[in-house]
């Protein structure tokens, strides 16, 4: 079953220049992008930074209008994981609040019994639920925004850049913690990074985006192996060869 479908996507950010700020031109973010996700794989969306991984996951999630072409969600039960915990948590608000706000919103019973209950799936102590998140680090704050995706049940999570800002050994644990919670409740995540080590761990399928484009798109084990496009041979050259297995498979 199709859970996402993306076809034919552009869209571009005007250039604004001088006092008046008035527009001089226009920079394509995404140049007639096309993907499927199937519901339960993990699609991995890898490319440099400024190529449109973000811009076209906002789009996926409503939060950008595309200039054309059409997105078809199966269902509307979807999150995101932001890439940097520090912004993606309000500093005024308890751990309880944030875990809680969305369960209330969706007018969830038993609020207090599953906000507890995520604690246990994040590996944080019951005691985190009366703290703010200047309080914690980045790691575990980046635990926390996972149970608040995770909380109101979706059944699609755009994961962007999740670990990005956070050290290498902590990045592992997150992605391990991604791993057993898409196995546990079935989830199909869109997995955006620019390293290619990340994506080889977490992905099932794999499209390599260039310039507003989709270059080359496949099952992770071929496109590593047996890359098509020069771009993608360039960029697992220049990772891959630094960091020959960071996280394995």
């Given amino acids: 079953m199709t859970i996402l ?8 950010f005007p250039i604004k220049r001088g006092y008046l700020q008035e527009e001089v031109g226009a920079v394509k973010a995404l140049d007639g992008v096309s993907l499927s996700i199937n519901k339960g794989e993990v699609f991995g969306l890898v490319g440099e930074s400024g190529c ?49 706000e969305g369960l209330i919103l969706q007018g969830s019973s038993e609020i207090r019994k599953k906000v507890e209950s995520s604690l246990d799936l994040i590996s944080l102590p019951k005691g985190a639920l009366d703290k703010y998140p200047h309080q914690f680090s980045g790691g575990e704050r980046q635990r926390i925004a996972i149970a ?36 546990q409740f ?20 794999v499209a390599v985006m260039r310039q507003g484009r989709i270059v080359e798109e496949g099952p992770v084990r071929q ?27």
């Fill in 148 to 183: 608040r995706a995770v909380l109101t049940d979706p059944e699609f999570i755009v994961c962007d850049e999740p670990v990005s800002s956070l050290d290498v050994t902590i990045q592992l644990q997150i992605l391990r913690l991604l791993k057993d919670i898409r196995k």
């Fill in 5 to 12: 479908e993306c076809k034919d996507i552009t869209k571009s």
């Fill in 186 to 205: 079935s989830m199909t995540y869109l997995f955006i990074s620019h390293d290619l080590r990340v994506i080889k761990f977490m992905s099932d399928r």
């Fill in 223 to 249: 496109v590593y192996t047996s890359p098509s496009h020069p771009y993608t041979r360039e960029l697992l050259s220049s990772i891959l060869e630094v960091y020959p297995d960071a996280y394995g498979q």
């Fill in 52 to 100: 449109g991984k973000t811009t076209l996951g906002k789009i996926i999630l409503g939060v950008l209008k595309q200039d054309s072409g059409t997105v078809a969600l199966a269902t509307r039960r979807i999150q995101v994981i932001f890439q940097d915990p520090f912004n993606s948590l309000d500093p005024k608000m308890r751990v309880f609040d944030i875990l809680a």
